[in-house]
Nanobody, 115 residues
């Protein structure tokens, strides 16, 4: 079983920054993809950013140039650096990995951006 634990969410003013972390634990043979998704109230969950096993990154258009996804392979951890935050970034952010041939999701961390 693989567990994901997110941290780093909170309340920030518009224009501010937050850094989310997601640590994976358990029996992990391989992680192919890691990513962050978010779900705002009343909206569907949407992709924010992903990073592949080879290090290629992909971002939603709405966060390009403001958010940066990175990873620390040795610690099975993925990060999301969020800068120039906007009120529309307010959402629950979920960590995701594709490991051991399966999808795993964290429980989410709330990010609130005040105007």
């Amino acid at each position: 079983q693989v567990q994901l634990v997110e941290s780093g969410g909170g309340l920030v003013q518009a224009g501010g920054s937050l850094r989310l972390s997601c640590a994976a634990s358990g029996i992990i043979f391989s992680i192919n993809n890691r990513g962050w998704y978010r779900q705002a109230p009343g909206k569907q969950r949407e992709l924010v950013a992903t990073i592949s096993r080879g290090g290629s990154t992909n971002y939603a258009d709405s966060v390009k140039g403001r958010f940066t996804i990175s990873r620390e392979i040795a610690k099975n951890t993925v990060f999301l650096q969020m800068d120039s935050l906007k009120p529309e970034d307010t959402a629950v952010y979920y960590c995701y990995i594709f490991a051991n041939g399966m999808d795993y999701w964290g429980k989410g961390t709330l990010v609130t951006v005040s105007s």
